[in-house]
Each structure stands twice: as C-alpha cells, then as structure tokens.
C-alpha cells in the first residue's frame, strides 16, 4: 500500500515484558508484516537491537522525527515512589522518559494491564507506588488495551484501526475499545448454558470439571469480567482460559490481584 507507516514508539516501564511476547505471535495480521508493512517501529526496548545509549539516542531522535505524529506505547506502568528510583532508565526515573514521549505524541496506547490499571505491581500495599498511564497524563488522548497480557489480534487490530481511520476506535467510559471490551466474557462463554442450568464444576478433578461444566464455583470472574477471549480466544485461536478448564480470573479488570482473583471461591 501507499499509506505511509504508523510511527510507533514502544516503552516499558515496570512490565514483565509478555505484553510485548503476546502482540510478537498476532497472526491475524502476522506481527511481522505489521511490523514491517504496517507500522515504523522506530522504538521497542525488548526486541531492537540497539541497547544503552544508542538505544536512547534512538528514541530522543525518533520523537524529533515524528514529532505530533506517532503513537507512543507503554507497556508496564511508572513508580512514583522515592522519586521513581524503582524503574531507572538511562541513568534517570523512567518517568521523565515517558514524559517526553507522551508530550509529542499523537495518541497514546496502554498495552495490558500494568499499563491501563497497574496490574500486579499496584497490588496491595504497592510498595513503588505503581501508577497507570491515565492518571499521570489524564489530558492526552489514549486507549487502554488491558488484560495480563492483551489479547495478541486485539492489539494488532487497534494498530490497524488507528491506520486505517486516522482516529482511535470508540471507547467505552473507562478508555477501552468498545468493539472488544463491550461484553462480558460470562456472556460470550461456551458453557453459560450449564451456568443457567445450575450444572457447576465443585472440585478440579470432579466429573463435572471431565464434561465441562460452569466453573462459577470453582472461582470463575466471567461474570465481572470484560475482554474478548472467548470470541477471539489465544493461541491462533485454539484456546482461552475457560476452555482449558480453569475460570477466567478477570486478568483484564481493575485491580484484579486485590480482588481474590485466584483460586478464591
Ligand atoms: Fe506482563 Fe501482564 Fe503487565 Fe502485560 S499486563 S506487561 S503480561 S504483567
Ligand atoms: Fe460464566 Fe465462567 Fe461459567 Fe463461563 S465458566 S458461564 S464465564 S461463570
Ligand atoms: Fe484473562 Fe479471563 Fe481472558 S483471565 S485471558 S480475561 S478469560
């Protein structure tokens, strides 16, 4: 095509960096044609090969060149406590990396849900004071692609979107796409049926948890919880979390970990 690439810069502050691994295996488009068709990736500290300095001259020059036109991705969020000396980047808090990014960037993306909520470093007490994207630039425009980590075709679909229209996608009241974040994974379920039959899963290895019935009482969060999985489901499509026969443990929603996520009944 003609359309000039989508210059994106991606940065991680406290992640565990899976956010990246999940979008490398999209397939739906390929992530390397996305990659190398679709976007400029001038940035992304896991999988460039510049490092240390060259790395961050990179970046300083990227956003120079791209100044108000490219996206600025963040996976992982930003501690705050004791000056941000918990994410130390470049020989300085991260924060004043990201600060730099955000403030010449057209839009802004979330990636997961560090990056959107705070995810398991904001866990209670969040020792680093571990803070989302949104509260520490509310003013600029940006999406939340949340889930632990984001669903690898959501992702490649938002970038696409953003290409293609020139605008970010129509966000729900929390700053999430509607089109993948509008229904509750409880009620795109294969197995609700069995929830509105009563037929629950009781024990892990009972004959209900062999046919596949709800796991509601075995501490299922599909009913609290927004995300895509069982339409778009993982692994090329293969699977989701309910189909391998665990509950979902809302791993997309707010403060999931201080919620008794796992393995609470
Ligand atoms: Fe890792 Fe989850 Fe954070 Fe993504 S949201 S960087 S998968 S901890
Ligand atoms: Fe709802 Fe979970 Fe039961 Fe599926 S397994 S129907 S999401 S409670
Ligand atoms: Fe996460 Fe639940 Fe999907 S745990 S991966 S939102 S099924």
């Known amino acids: 095509s003609t359309k000039p690439r989508l210059p994106v810069l ?55 060149k791209y100044k108000g036109q490219y996206i600025l991705a ?15 980047d470049g020989g300085k808090p991260f924060y004043e990396k990201l600060k730099m990014g955000v403030e010449h960037a057209k839009a802004v993306v979330a990636w997961g849900t560090c990056a959107s909520w705070g995810c398991v470093q904001a866990a209670s007490p969040n020792p680093t004071a571990a803070t989302p994207l ?19 075709e959501v992702m490649s679909a938002i970038l696409t979107y953003i290409i293609t229209y020139d605008r970010l996608p129509s966000l729900d009241s929390q700053g999430r796409p509607e089109m993948f974040y509008g229904v509750r994974v409880h009620d ?28 509601y009482k075995m501490g299922c969060k599909g009913p609290t919880t927004y995300n895509a999985c069982p339409s778009t489901r993982w692994n090329n499509g293969v699977s989701f979390p309910i189909q391998s026969g665990h509950g979902c443990i809302g791993c997309s929603e707010q403060n999931f970990w201080d919620q008794q996520s796992f393995y609470d009944r």
């Open 134 to 152: 949104h509260k520490l630039f509310p003013n600029k425009p940006q999406i939340k692609v949340p889930g632990c980590p984001a669903i690898p």
């Open 188 to 215: 795109q379920c294969y197995r609700r049926a069995h929830f509105d039959a009563g037929q629950f899963v009781e024990s892990w290895d009972d004959e209900g948890a062999r046919s596949g019935l709800c796991l």
């Open 10 to 64: 991606w940065i991680n502050g406290l992640s565990c960096s899976c956010c990246t691994e999940s979008f490398l295996r999209t397939a739906h488009p390929l992530a390397a044609d996305i990659i190398l068709s679709m976007i400029a990736l001038d940035y992304q500290d896991t999988i460039m090969a510049a490092a240390g300095h060259q790395a961050n001259e990179t970046y300083e020059q990227a956003i120079e």
């Open 74 to 88: 963040l996976e992982g969020n930003v501690p705050m406590n004791e000056q941000g000396m918990y994410c130390i």
